[in-house]
């Protein structure tokens, strides 16, 4: 997973060659923008929602995520509905993760396999943290949509990734200036004030990420945590 960087947030630069391409046609290769580049996405997005094996729906979640990081594809993305798909794909496998450590071992309910709804999970958060870093747009509309709540859902997530890349789009969503560029000194300290009573428990649960620094598997997280607290809510670290 790429993280691109933001010239108005230390977000520590990144890069995963996790994601690859997924039924390479010549229509994947099309410039961004095209009509052919859309049918490609358009042909992705419906593949996912029919297909049922898992293999085809983390590859083609891992792909939409390769292409959600460059700026250009971002328009087309959002207008077929990308960012839904992976709220609906984190929101269904947070929720499915939960359900499998609250069922007994003897219980009949049909459950996911947890290996599957991980992996899931892990690409779907690493696909929005690209298309929130891919476009200033993107990032405006996606704090009013949603996505706040979700991502600080995913801080409860035990998997290092999942919690690197939450807060990193938290970050770019919760940056002051990444909402209103021109805010002066005075308005970025009332959008700082405003934040906790905007999300409530946001602030809390990441500084609890900081408070665990010792225990956590992996330092970009109380990292990110203490960037998150400082840029984002003005505390004092």
Do not use: W
């Not at 690209?130 to 747009?137: D, R, W």
């Not at 308005?187 to 956590?216: H, W, Y």
């Amino acid at each position: 997973m790429s993280i691109r960087r933001s010239s108005r947030s230390r977000v520590p630069h990144q890069k995963n060659q996790e994601f690859a391409l997924f039924f390479p046609t010549p229509s994947h290769r099309a410039a961004p923008g095209s009509v052919e580049r859309l049918k490609y996405l358009e042909s992705l997005v419906n593949e996912f929602r029919c297909t049922d094996v898992t293999e085809y729906k983390e590859q083609i979640i891992a792909n939409l995520g390769n292409f959600a990081h460059d700026p250009r594809n971002s328009s087309q993305l959002l207008g077929i509905g990308v960012s839904k798909l992976f709220f609906d794909t984190i929101g269904s496998n947070l929720n499915q993760s939960h359900l499998q450590g609250s069922q007994p071992s003897n219980s009949t309910v049909s459950q996911a396999d947890p290996l599957h709804s991980s992996r899931l999970l892990s690409l779907s958060v690493a696909g929005l943290t690209n298309l929130i870093s891919s476009s200033p747009t993107i990032r405006k509309e996606l704090f009013t949509s949603g996505a706040i709540p979700l991502l600080a859902n995913c801080l409860q997530s035990s998997d290092p990734e999942v919690l690197v890349n939450a807060l990193t789009s938290l970050i770019y969503l919760c940056t002051p200036t990444s909402q209103t560029p021109a805010l002066n000194s005075a308005g970025v300290k009332n959008f700082q004030a405003s934040l906790p009573s905007i999300f409530p428990g946001l602030c809390e649960r990441v500084r609890s990420l900081t408070t665990a620094s010792t225990t956590l598997p992996d330092r970009r997280i109380s990292v990110l945590a203490e960037i998150f607290l400082t840029d984002c809510s003005g505390d004092k670290i």
